[in-house]
Each structure stands twice: as C-alpha cells, then as structure tokens.
C-alpha cells in the first residue's frame, strides 16, 4: 500500500506543478496585455495519513494540490501615449463597463468612441460615468458616456463687462450727438455680442465727457442690424453715465437705455447689462476692480461678454480626474461626463471572463463606485495606459523551478514503479 500512495503522491505532484507552470505562462503570454495581473499559484498538501489513529505526529503526506491562484495587485507602469481616450488608474480602482452580459469591470483603459458616440473599450463594452447637467456641472447620474453630435446651442449675451481708464485730464466737454458720434465723444472701442440666435454683433461704446468725473456712454450698432433703423445710420442700443471719486475710483454706473432689438428672428427687447465693475455707491462695492478715470490716455484694459454662437464639437480631452471636457468651435468649454470608479473590498475574488473584463463574486463584495480620487478609488492619467504587472525575468525563474519539481514528481513515478517491478519479480 506504501508503493501504490507514493504513486498517487507523485501523480498528485505532476498535476499540480503543471497546473502551475499554466498560471506562470498565461502570465507570460500576457506580459503585454494592458492593465493584466500576474497570478500566483499557491500550493497546499493534501491531508496525511496517521500511522497512529488520531494521537498526532507519524504522519505520511498525501501530496499536493494548488490551493489558490491570486492575482498579484501590484500597480503596473503608466506610460504616456498620444491618445486622447487612453486612461490609467493609479490605485485600487477599475472603470465600470456596461454591456449585452451585464455589469463588468477592468483597469484596461485603452479605450475609443464607437460610431455612435459613446465610450466603449475595445470589446464594445460601454464605460459609464456620471453625467453633467444642461450647465456642464457633474451631478451624480450614473450612464454611458457619450459626447453630444448635435450643435451646442447659441447663447445671447446678458452681461458686457469693461475695465477702462478714462483720462481725467480731459477739460473740453461734449455733448453727444448720435449722428457725429465720432467727433462728440472723447473716447470710443468696439465690443462684440451676441443675440439669441448667435449673430455676432460690433457694439461701439463711444464715452463722453460731460462734467468732472462724470461721462455718459453710449451703445451704438450698425443701423442694417436693428430693428426700426435706418441702414446708413447708427443705431443707439444702450446708454448710461458713470461717475468717479476724486481719486479716480469708479463710484456711480447707471444704465439708462437697453434697447437691444436685433433682426434676423432675434430675441427683441434683450437683456444686456453693462457692467464697469465694483462700484462704490451703486454696487456697494469697493471700487477698486474695473474702471478708473486716472490723468493717463484713456484707454480699454480687459472686457468680457457671456454669449456665443452655436458650435460644433473640435476636440475632446480627459484631465485628470476623468472629467471628459469639449471643445466646441466657438471657443466655449463644456464638461460633458466624468469617469466612474468602482472600489471592491476584496478585488483579489474577482471573477475573470476574459476581454481584460472582471466581474463581481461572492467573495469580493459589492462595488463602491463613484468619482476618482475619493474613498481610496485611484487617480486617472490621462493619455496613458497601465502596463501589465508580469516581470519575465521572474515568471522565467519560477517557471525552471516548476519544471524542475514536475521533474522530480515524476521522478517519484518511475522509483515507485521500479520497486513494483522488484515485488513482481519475487515469484521468479
């Protein structure tokens, strides 16, 4: 009975040593398989036999089997690509997929737009992530991610902002006079809106010196773009007076006419305030950001309008907290998802169903998913990809020590069998 177990021990051995050498080369065979984890094989013996009853001690081995094989959850290398849609975690993170077998998850983050808009990897797996509102603010909706194809809508100006200087050496005043408003103004610069169609409009704010430290402004556009004017004249679209302390800060601001009436099926009577800054009566402010009258050259610094016209999308690109932001051409931004993580309290029990894919078991506990960078979740780079984990020079050491101990198992099948042939040839 001691040759025949030491038979089965060795054949329990063979099985066992090459179940392993298939662990470390499908470890090999992925040594660039984005985003892969090696595995380790981890041996356990299998339970002796007692040569005296249940007292303990004198125990003959039964062999061996593999007990487990644990992915080693190393951080791979990330590497820079020039893709846009390559992603990388670092940490403990995986991108949440969705697709015709349900939920999965992967850290392959070699990912691409299909022709339907939507991020997918490389087995058409769409990655969800939580969306952003009609104001591009992410909200904690979870979804496939897709950019939009249509054309983002127009915007009509509401708020023109200007920071000026105008030049408090000025003694001549003047009245102004719409029809000579170049040679009734003592200043004057050409401001861009929109209305809520997204036609672009030259506005050419003329300022006019009518008493110390006061100066109305007016709004004047070409007369061919306004409703009721005449097509060789300026038409007046707003108007108002500013004044100033005696050291120059901006103190009053009122805006006395708005009467932006645009053609072309526009919005009439629209909206715009004209705003010089941080007033010091009217706004409660300090008076220190925005216009100044100071004795230098008048002079416009900086100004900003909130419109746009309708675009479409030029460029896409992720930063690096996986907010997907674009680009439209008519220069606006609009951030239009971010990717979502998922976090496991014992990844290690994932199930693998290949595709680089890992879904959820018994074992490894319900996801945690919400944005990168909290809870422990990672942090994405954008345009890089995690490496495999497996290091050949390692898996080919562990491979000659694995052939070397299925060479002794075996080794223990051909004594075995020499000492039964020794038993068989007692009869001679």
């Known amino acids: 009975m001691g040759v025949l177990s030491s038979l089965y021990t060795g054949v ?29 094989a981890e041996f356990q013996d299998i339970v002796s036999k007692s040569l005296k009853g249940i007292l303990g001690g004198n125990q003959v081995g039964r062999g061996v089997k593999i007990g487990a094989v644990n992915p080693i959850l190393a951080q791979g290398n990330v590497d820079s690509t020039e893709k846009t849609t390559d992603l990388a975690i670092a940490g403990d993170g995986y991108f949440t997929l969705k697709g015709t077998d349900g939920e999965s998850f992967t850290r392959d983050g070699s990912l691409k737009f299909d022709k339907e ?72 610069t050409g401001l861009e809106m929109y209305d809520s169609q997204g036609n672009k409009h030259l506005v050419n704010m003329f300022f006019t010196k009518v008493a110390d430290r ?31 302390t005696t050291d120059g800060k901006l103190d009053t601001q009122v805006q006395s006419v ?71 051409s008519n220069g606006e931004t609009a951030d239009i998802a971010q990717i979502a993580l998922a976090k496991f309290e014992n990844p290690e029990a994932l199930f693998k169903v290949g595709n680089n894919r890992l879904k959820e ?43 070397r101990g299925f060479q002794a198992n075996a080794k223990t099948i051909t004594t075995t069998d020499e000492l039964l042939n020794e038993v068989i040839n007692l009869k001679r």
Do not use: C
């Open 361 to 403: 078991a018994r074992d490894s506990g319900a996801p945690a998913v919400g944005a990168p960078q909290r809870a422990g979740r990672g942090k994405i780079f954008a345009k890089s990809l995690e490496r495999s984990t497996v290091d050949l020079a390692l898996e080919f050491v562990n491979l000659i020590q694995n052939q």
């Open 258 to 328: 708005s009467a932006f009436n645009f053609k072309g099926g526009a919005q009439q009577n629209q909206q715009v305030k004209i705003n010089f800054g941080d007033s010091i009566t009217t706004d409660k402010g300090t008076g220190m950001n925005g216009s100044k009258q100071y004795g230098k050259e008048s002079d416009l610094i900086s100004w900003q309008q909130d419109g746009s016209a309708a675009g479409t999308i030029n460029n896409l690109s992720f930063n690096d907290e996986g907010v997907l932001t674009a680009l439209y």
């Open 214 to 244: 006061t100066w109305n402004y007016n709004g004047m556009v070409d007369g061919k773009e306004v409703m009721g004017a005449k097509d060789d004249e300026l038409a007046q679209v707003t108007a108002g007076t500013i004044t100033f």
């Open 117 to 188: 808009g939507y991020l997918i990897t490389n087995d058409y797996q769409r990655v969800q992530g939580f969306q952003a509102d009609d104001a591009g603010h992410i909200i904690n909706k979870l979804g496939d991610i897709r950019f939009p194809r249509a054309l983002t809508p127009a915007k009509g100006t509401n708020k023109m902002s200007l920071d000026l200087n105008l030049d408090s050496r000025i003694q001549t005043l003047k009245t102004f006079d719409p029809k000579k408003a170049y040679d009734s103004s003592h200043y004057s």
């Open 12 to 40: 329990s051995g063979l099985a066992a040593q090459g179940e392993a050498l298939g662990v470390i080369g499908d470890n090999i065979a992925n040594a660039n398989t984005v985003g892969f984890k090696a595995s380790r």
